[in-house]
């Protein structure tokens, strides 16, 4: 699945880079309908790492498929996915990014 905007979408200088890890073993899928203007959709398998762009009040829900039931295992705000870049300090000043 990828991201599905509903509407046009945010101004790209309102969008920041987002870093989540599934480290279960089982199949997630991740989700942010707490938006008007900006829908975000897409299944995570287990071990997969997921970059996406999102806009600062996004929140995003992770929930849990299990043989016909779907449970929330958490609500995260995209803030706290924040993927921020620093400079490493070597000569040639290479880009590092880490998630803080």
């Known amino acids: ?3 599905l905007p509903s509407a046009p ?3 790209r200088t309102d969008r ?7 480290a279960t073993s089982q199949l997630q899928m991740a989700q942010s309908t707490n ?4 829908r975000f959709e897409h299944l995570i398998f287990p071990g997969q790492r997921l970059l996406f762009e999102a806009p600062p009040d996004a929140l995003l829900e992770i929930h849990i498929h299990r043989a ?3 449970s929330l295992l958490a609500q995260i705000s995209c803030l706290q996915l924040r993927v921020y870049e620093k400079i490493a300090a070597s000569a040639d000043r290479t880009p590092v990014t880490e998630r803080l």
């Open 68 to 70: 016909a039931a779907t």
């Open 35 to 38: 938006l008007p203007n900006w």
């Open 16 to 22: 920041f880079l987002c870093y989540y890890i599934n």
């Open 1 to 3: 699945m990828t991201q």
């Open 9 to 11: 979408p945010f101004d």
